[in-house]
Protein backbone atom coordinates (compact mmCIF):
# COMPACT_ATOMS: atom_id res chain seq x y z
CA UNK A 1 0.00 0.00 0.00
CA UNK A 2 1.09 3.55 -0.42
CA UNK A 3 2.37 5.86 2.27
CA UNK A 4 1.70 9.23 3.30
CA UNK A 5 3.52 12.43 1.92
CA UNK A 6 4.72 15.40 3.46
CA UNK A 7 2.35 17.35 2.28
CA UNK A 8 -0.42 14.55 3.94
CA UNK A 9 1.19 14.97 7.06
CA UNK A 10 1.17 19.00 6.82
CA UNK A 11 -2.75 18.64 5.79
CA UNK A 12 -3.52 16.53 8.70
CA UNK A 13 -1.27 18.53 11.29
CA UNK A 14 -3.35 22.00 10.03
CA UNK A 15 -6.64 19.70 10.55
CA UNK A 16 -5.68 18.55 13.88
CA UNK A 17 -5.35 21.73 15.06
CA UNK A 18 -8.24 23.70 13.12
CA UNK A 19 -10.19 20.97 14.56
CA UNK A 20 -8.73 21.14 18.71
CA UNK A 21 -9.20 25.22 18.62
CA UNK A 22 -12.83 24.91 17.26
CA UNK A 23 -14.23 21.41 18.09
CA UNK A 24 -13.11 20.82 21.47
CA UNK A 25 -15.60 18.69 24.15
CA UNK A 26 -17.19 21.87 25.19
CA UNK A 27 -18.05 23.03 21.60
CA UNK A 28 -19.42 19.05 20.38
CA UNK A 29 -21.55 19.59 23.65
CA UNK A 30 -23.18 23.04 22.78
CA UNK A 31 -23.82 21.79 18.86
CA UNK A 32 -25.45 18.41 19.92
CA UNK A 33 -27.99 20.25 21.83
CA UNK A 34 -28.67 22.55 18.89
CA UNK A 35 -31.64 22.53 16.73
CA UNK A 36 -29.07 22.24 13.84
CA UNK A 37 -26.02 20.34 15.05
CA UNK A 38 -23.07 22.81 13.84
CA UNK A 39 -21.84 25.95 14.56
CA UNK A 40 -22.50 28.28 11.21
CA UNK A 41 -18.60 30.53 11.98
CA UNK A 42 -17.27 27.55 12.35
CA UNK A 43 -18.48 25.74 8.98
CA UNK A 44 -17.47 29.14 7.18
CA UNK A 45 -13.89 28.95 8.83
CA UNK A 46 -13.84 25.32 7.56
CA UNK A 47 -14.42 26.67 4.05
CA UNK A 48 -12.60 29.97 3.85
CA UNK A 49 -9.86 29.23 6.04
CA UNK A 50 -9.06 25.76 5.78
CA UNK A 51 -10.84 24.99 2.22
CA UNK A 52 -12.48 21.77 3.67
CA UNK A 53 -16.04 22.16 1.83
CA UNK A 54 -14.66 21.50 -1.62
CA UNK A 55 -11.79 19.06 -1.01
CA UNK A 56 -12.61 17.01 -3.26
CA UNK A 57 -14.78 19.52 -5.60
CA UNK A 58 -12.86 20.30 -8.79
CA UNK A 59 -10.89 23.80 -9.02
CA UNK A 60 -13.24 24.58 -12.52
CA UNK A 61 -16.65 24.68 -9.25
CA UNK A 62 -14.23 26.55 -7.06
CA UNK A 63 -12.82 23.64 -5.37
CA UNK A 64 -9.47 22.57 -3.98
CA UNK A 65 -9.19 19.64 -6.61
CA UNK A 66 -7.89 17.07 -4.21
CA UNK A 67 -8.91 13.32 -3.99
CA UNK A 68 -9.85 11.13 -1.55
CA UNK A 69 -6.53 10.19 -0.05
CA UNK A 70 -6.89 13.77 1.48
CA UNK A 71 -10.45 13.24 2.18
CA UNK A 72 -9.34 10.10 4.06
CA UNK A 73 -6.78 11.97 6.74
CA UNK A 74 -9.56 14.98 6.77
CA UNK A 75 -12.15 12.51 7.65
CA UNK A 76 -10.00 10.58 10.11
CA UNK A 77 -9.11 13.84 12.21
CA UNK A 78 -13.01 14.92 12.18
CA UNK A 79 -13.62 11.61 13.52
CA UNK A 80 -11.26 12.09 16.23
CA UNK A 81 -12.23 15.34 17.25
CA UNK A 82 -15.96 13.84 17.02
CA UNK A 83 -16.82 17.07 14.75
CA UNK A 84 -20.30 18.46 15.09
CA UNK A 85 -20.82 19.77 11.06
CA UNK A 86 -22.74 18.47 7.78
CA UNK A 87 -19.94 17.68 6.58
CA UNK A 88 -19.99 13.94 5.85
CA UNK A 89 -23.85 15.23 4.14
CA UNK A 90 -22.53 17.78 2.31
CA UNK A 91 -19.40 17.93 1.43
CA UNK A 92 -18.66 14.24 0.27
CA UNK A 93 -21.93 12.76 0.11
CA UNK A 94 -23.99 14.94 -1.92
CA UNK A 95 -20.78 16.39 -3.94
CA UNK A 96 -20.47 12.89 -5.02
CA UNK A 97 -24.14 12.42 -6.22
CA UNK A 98 -23.33 15.40 -8.17
CA UNK A 99 -19.78 14.14 -9.59
CA UNK A 100 -21.00 10.95 -10.32
CA UNK A 101 -24.81 11.08 -10.94
CA UNK A 102 -25.49 14.85 -12.33
CA UNK A 103 -24.91 16.67 -15.71
CA UNK A 104 -22.06 19.39 -15.98
CA UNK A 105 -24.60 22.19 -16.50
CA UNK A 106 -25.93 20.92 -13.18
CA UNK A 107 -22.81 20.56 -11.03
CA UNK A 108 -21.40 24.03 -12.74
CA UNK A 109 -24.46 25.48 -10.53
CA UNK A 110 -24.55 23.85 -7.50
CA UNK A 111 -20.98 22.70 -6.78
CA UNK A 112 -19.21 26.56 -6.53
CA UNK A 113 -21.60 26.95 -3.81
CA UNK A 114 -20.76 24.10 -1.57
CA UNK A 115 -17.19 24.52 -2.59
CA UNK A 116 -17.65 27.76 -0.77
CA UNK A 117 -19.80 26.87 2.35
CA UNK A 118 -22.40 28.87 1.24
CA UNK A 119 -24.57 26.28 0.35
CA UNK A 120 -25.17 22.66 2.44
CA UNK A 121 -26.81 19.81 0.42
CA UNK A 122 -27.44 16.33 1.35
CA UNK A 123 -28.83 13.49 -0.82
CA UNK A 124 -32.14 11.69 0.36
CA UNK A 125 -32.27 8.61 -1.03
CA UNK A 126 -33.37 5.82 1.53
CA UNK A 127 -36.50 4.56 2.11
CA UNK A 128 -36.47 1.16 3.55
CA UNK A 129 -33.00 -0.05 4.30
CA UNK A 130 -29.92 1.40 3.12
CA UNK A 131 -30.05 0.09 -0.51
CA UNK A 132 -30.81 1.75 -3.56
CA UNK A 133 -33.10 -0.91 -4.65
CA UNK A 134 -35.36 0.23 -1.99
CA UNK A 135 -36.28 3.39 -3.76
CA UNK A 136 -39.89 3.45 -4.90
CA UNK A 137 -40.56 7.28 -4.91
CA UNK A 138 -41.35 8.08 -8.96
CA UNK A 139 -41.21 11.49 -10.01
CA UNK A 140 -44.35 12.65 -11.95
CA UNK A 141 -43.80 14.91 -15.30
CA UNK A 142 -46.46 16.97 -16.35
CA UNK A 143 -45.98 19.98 -18.80
CA UNK A 144 -42.54 19.66 -18.83
CA UNK A 145 -42.15 20.21 -14.55
CA UNK A 146 -41.12 17.69 -12.45
CA UNK A 147 -43.17 16.86 -8.78
CA UNK A 148 -42.34 14.47 -5.90
CA UNK A 149 -44.42 12.79 -3.82
CA UNK A 150 -43.51 10.65 -1.22
CA UNK A 151 -41.05 10.25 1.87
CA UNK A 152 -37.87 9.88 2.97
CA UNK A 153 -35.79 8.49 5.78
CA UNK A 154 -32.48 9.03 7.66
CA UNK A 155 -31.73 12.07 5.64
CA UNK A 156 -28.12 13.02 6.72
CA UNK A 157 -28.37 16.79 8.16
CA UNK A 158 -31.88 17.20 6.51
CA UNK A 159 -33.30 19.79 8.35
CA UNK A 160 -30.09 22.29 7.99
CA UNK A 161 -29.62 21.33 4.42
CA UNK A 162 -30.42 23.91 1.75
CA UNK A 163 -30.60 21.46 -1.08
CA UNK A 164 -31.77 18.18 -1.04
CA UNK A 165 -31.13 15.64 -3.67
CA UNK A 166 -33.38 13.69 -4.22
CA UNK A 167 -33.34 9.63 -5.64
CA UNK A 168 -36.69 9.08 -7.80
CA UNK A 169 -37.74 6.50 -10.12
CA UNK A 170 -38.20 7.75 -13.75
CA UNK A 171 -39.43 6.11 -17.32
CA UNK A 172 -35.41 5.99 -17.56
CA UNK A 173 -34.76 4.48 -14.29
CA UNK A 174 -33.16 6.25 -11.26
CA UNK A 175 -32.62 9.94 -11.30
CA UNK A 176 -31.31 12.66 -9.44
CA UNK A 177 -33.34 15.77 -8.26
CA UNK A 178 -32.72 19.23 -6.77
CA UNK A 179 -35.75 20.28 -4.39
CA UNK A 180 -35.06 23.16 -1.99
CA UNK A 181 -34.95 22.46 1.18
CA UNK A 182 -37.67 24.98 2.30
CA UNK A 183 -40.04 24.76 -1.17
CA UNK A 184 -43.68 24.28 -0.45
CA UNK A 185 -44.69 20.55 -0.31
CA UNK A 186 -41.51 19.92 1.71
CA UNK A 187 -42.15 18.38 5.60
CA UNK A 188 -38.46 17.99 7.48
CA UNK A 189 -39.08 16.04 11.22
CA UNK A 190 -35.58 16.18 12.94
CA UNK A 191 -35.68 12.44 14.44
CA UNK A 192 -34.32 11.80 17.94
CA UNK A 193 -31.60 9.36 17.22
CA UNK A 194 -29.05 7.60 20.02
CA UNK A 195 -26.14 10.18 18.35
CA UNK A 196 -26.77 13.64 19.30
CA UNK A 197 -23.72 14.20 17.02
CA UNK A 198 -24.65 13.35 13.78
CA UNK A 199 -28.55 14.59 12.97
CA UNK A 200 -30.77 12.83 10.98
CA UNK A 201 -34.35 13.56 9.17
CA UNK A 202 -37.67 12.36 8.09
CA UNK A 203 -38.19 14.29 5.14
CA UNK A 204 -41.79 14.47 3.29
CA UNK A 205 -42.83 15.47 -0.38
CA UNK A 206 -46.24 16.23 -0.82
CA UNK A 207 -46.56 17.60 -4.66
CA UNK A 208 -42.96 19.23 -4.07
CA UNK A 209 -41.40 21.13 -7.16
CA UNK A 210 -38.23 19.09 -8.56
CA UNK A 211 -35.38 19.78 -10.88
CA UNK A 212 -34.04 17.27 -12.74
CA UNK A 213 -30.18 17.01 -12.52
CA UNK A 214 -29.26 13.74 -13.91
CA UNK A 215 -29.54 12.84 -17.79
CA UNK A 216 -30.59 9.22 -17.95
CA UNK A 217 -30.44 6.51 -15.25
CA UNK A 218 -28.04 7.71 -12.91
CA UNK A 219 -28.50 4.31 -10.64
CA UNK A 220 -24.40 3.61 -11.40
CA UNK A 221 -23.39 7.10 -10.82
CA UNK A 222 -25.80 6.97 -7.32
CA UNK A 223 -24.09 3.84 -5.75
CA UNK A 224 -20.67 5.09 -6.61
CA UNK A 225 -21.39 8.02 -4.24
CA UNK A 226 -22.61 5.66 -1.94
CA UNK A 227 -18.88 3.39 -1.79
CA UNK A 228 -16.90 6.74 -2.01
CA UNK A 229 -19.18 7.90 1.38
CA UNK A 230 -18.84 4.57 3.13
CA UNK A 231 -15.00 5.04 2.46
CA UNK A 232 -14.99 8.60 3.72
CA UNK A 233 -17.12 7.44 6.93
CA UNK A 234 -14.74 4.54 7.79
CA UNK A 235 -11.96 6.48 8.14
CA UNK A 236 -14.11 8.83 10.34
CA UNK A 237 -14.44 5.71 12.18
CA UNK A 238 -10.78 4.38 12.62
CA UNK A 239 -10.08 8.29 13.99
CA UNK A 240 -13.21 7.57 16.30
CA UNK A 241 -11.60 4.38 17.35
CA UNK A 242 -7.95 6.13 17.72
CA UNK A 243 -9.10 8.62 20.46
CA UNK A 244 -10.62 5.79 22.38
CA UNK A 245 -7.47 3.65 22.30
CA UNK A 246 -5.43 7.07 23.02
CA UNK A 247 -7.44 8.00 25.63
CA UNK A 248 -8.42 4.60 27.27
CA UNK A 249 -4.24 4.21 27.33
CA UNK A 250 -3.81 7.67 28.61
CA UNK A 251 -6.25 6.71 31.90
CA UNK A 252 -4.18 3.67 32.62
CA UNK A 253 -0.85 5.02 32.77
CA UNK A 254 -2.57 7.58 35.61
CA UNK A 255 -5.25 6.23 37.55
CA UNK A 256 -3.60 4.05 40.32
CA UNK A 257 -5.41 0.99 41.64
CA UNK A 258 -3.47 -0.35 45.43
CA UNK A 259 -0.78 1.39 44.45
CA UNK A 260 0.12 1.19 40.91
CA UNK A 261 -1.02 1.97 37.76
CA UNK A 262 -4.18 0.16 36.28
CA UNK A 263 -2.30 -0.43 33.01
CA UNK A 264 0.28 -2.89 34.75
CA UNK A 265 -2.55 -5.35 35.84
CA UNK A 266 -2.72 -8.16 32.63
CA UNK A 267 -5.87 -7.49 31.90
CA UNK A 268 -5.57 -3.91 31.74
CA UNK A 269 -2.85 -4.83 29.32
CA UNK A 270 -4.47 -7.44 27.28
CA UNK A 271 -7.43 -4.97 26.35
CA UNK A 272 -4.82 -2.20 25.54
CA UNK A 273 -3.34 -4.43 23.62
CA UNK A 274 -6.24 -5.94 21.80
CA UNK A 275 -7.31 -2.59 21.16
CA UNK A 276 -4.08 -1.61 19.31
CA UNK A 277 -4.26 -4.55 16.65
CA UNK A 278 -7.83 -3.40 15.76
CA UNK A 279 -7.36 0.27 15.12
CA UNK A 280 -4.26 -0.89 13.07
CA UNK A 281 -6.09 -2.79 11.40
CA UNK A 282 -9.31 -0.51 10.67
CA UNK A 283 -7.55 2.03 9.66
CA UNK A 284 -5.10 0.02 6.89
CA UNK A 285 -8.77 -0.99 5.88
CA UNK A 286 -9.71 2.89 5.61
CA UNK A 287 -6.65 3.61 4.07
CA UNK A 288 -6.46 1.14 1.56
CA UNK A 289 -10.16 1.90 0.56
CA UNK A 290 -9.30 5.69 0.00
CA UNK A 291 -6.25 4.69 -2.63
CA UNK A 292 -8.19 2.33 -4.54
CA UNK A 293 -10.95 5.51 -5.10
CA UNK A 294 -7.90 7.45 -5.75
CA UNK A 295 -6.32 4.72 -7.91
CA UNK A 296 -9.50 4.91 -10.28
CA UNK A 297 -8.43 8.20 -11.97
CA UNK A 298 -5.40 7.10 -12.97
CA UNK A 299 -6.79 3.13 -14.49
CA UNK A 300 -4.75 1.30 -11.52
CA UNK A 301 -8.18 0.37 -10.45
CA UNK A 302 -11.45 -0.62 -11.36
CA UNK A 303 -14.84 0.68 -9.38
CA UNK A 304 -15.12 -2.97 -9.15
CA UNK A 305 -12.00 -2.72 -6.58
CA UNK A 306 -13.81 0.62 -4.65
CA UNK A 307 -16.63 -0.81 -4.29
CA UNK A 308 -14.77 -4.55 -2.32
CA UNK A 309 -12.67 -2.19 -0.55
CA UNK A 310 -15.84 0.54 1.08
CA UNK A 311 -17.69 -2.92 1.99
CA UNK A 312 -14.39 -4.31 3.10
CA UNK A 313 -13.72 -0.74 5.51
CA UNK A 314 -16.79 -0.16 6.26
CA UNK A 315 -17.65 -3.58 7.59
CA UNK A 316 -14.27 -3.35 10.11
CA UNK A 317 -14.09 0.34 10.90
CA UNK A 318 -17.46 -0.23 12.14
CA UNK A 319 -16.90 -3.33 14.40
CA UNK A 320 -13.33 -1.58 15.51
CA UNK A 321 -14.88 1.73 16.26
CA UNK A 322 -17.72 0.56 18.29
CA UNK A 323 -15.29 -2.19 20.23
CA UNK A 324 -12.81 0.18 21.02
CA UNK A 325 -15.46 2.74 22.51
CA UNK A 326 -17.07 0.12 24.59
CA UNK A 327 -13.03 -0.95 25.98
CA UNK A 328 -12.91 2.67 27.08
CA UNK A 329 -15.51 2.87 29.16
CA UNK A 330 -14.54 -0.78 30.23
CA UNK A 331 -11.13 0.52 31.66
CA UNK A 332 -12.31 4.16 32.93
CA UNK A 333 -14.98 1.72 34.72
CA UNK A 334 -17.74 3.49 36.51
CA UNK A 335 -16.71 7.29 35.04
CA UNK A 336 -16.91 6.04 31.25
CA UNK A 337 -20.78 5.90 31.23
CA UNK A 338 -21.27 9.09 33.44
CA UNK A 339 -22.99 12.18 31.27
CA UNK A 340 -19.62 14.17 32.15
CA UNK A 341 -17.30 12.40 30.36
CA UNK A 342 -16.86 11.71 26.80
CA UNK A 343 -16.14 8.33 26.64
CA UNK A 344 -19.91 7.92 26.19
CA UNK A 345 -20.09 10.40 23.41
CA UNK A 346 -18.06 8.49 21.34
CA UNK A 347 -19.83 4.97 22.07
CA UNK A 348 -22.89 6.62 21.40
CA UNK A 349 -21.23 7.77 17.64
CA UNK A 350 -20.01 4.20 16.96
CA UNK A 351 -23.28 2.53 17.54
CA UNK A 352 -24.84 5.33 15.08
CA UNK A 353 -21.79 5.22 12.96
CA UNK A 354 -22.29 1.13 12.44
CA UNK A 355 -25.51 1.29 11.31
CA UNK A 356 -25.27 4.28 9.52
CA UNK A 357 -25.54 2.58 5.69
CA UNK A 358 -25.76 -0.65 6.71
CA UNK A 359 -24.05 -2.28 9.28
CA UNK A 360 -20.81 -4.68 9.26
CA UNK A 361 -22.51 -8.10 8.68
CA UNK A 362 -24.70 -6.08 5.64
CA UNK A 363 -21.64 -4.68 3.84
CA UNK A 364 -19.95 -8.40 4.53
CA UNK A 365 -23.13 -10.05 2.75
CA UNK A 366 -23.01 -7.61 0.18
CA UNK A 367 -19.00 -8.55 -0.67
CA UNK A 368 -19.63 -11.71 -0.46
CA UNK A 369 -22.33 -11.53 -3.04
CA UNK A 370 -20.09 -9.41 -4.86
CA UNK A 371 -17.31 -12.18 -4.88
CA UNK A 372 -19.57 -14.75 -5.83
CA UNK A 373 -19.23 -16.30 -2.24
Same mark, same amino acid.
Given at each position: ?? &? ?22 ? /? ?11 ? #??? %? ?41 ? #? ?38 ? =???? %? ?13 ? =? %? *? ?7 ? $? ?10 ? /? ?16 ? *? ?9 ? @??? !? ?9 ? +? ?17 ? %? ?15 ? @? ?12 ? #? ?44 ? $? ?9 ? &?? +? ?16 ? @???? #? /?? !? ?5 ? =? &? ?20
Amino acid at each position: MQ &SFTEEHDELRATVRQFLADRSDEQ /AVRTQMASDTGFD #PDV %WQQLAEQVGLTGLIIPEEHGGAGFGYVELCIVAEEMGRALLCA #PYLSSAVLATNALLHAATPAAQKEILPGIAAGRLRASLAY =AESG %WEVDGVRMAAQEKDG =A %W *VLDGTKQHV $LDGQSADVLLVV /AQTAAGLELFRVDADASG *VTRTGLSGLDL @TRK !LAHVEFAAASA +TKLSDGDAREGIERALALT %WIALSAEQAGGAQWCLD @TAVDYAKSRLQFGR #PIGTYQAIKHKCADMLVEVEFAKTAAYAACWAAADVASGDASWDDV $LEAAHTAKAFC &SE +TFFHAAAENIQIHGGMGF @TWEH #P /AH !LYFKRAK =A &SDLLFGDAAHHRERLAGRLGI
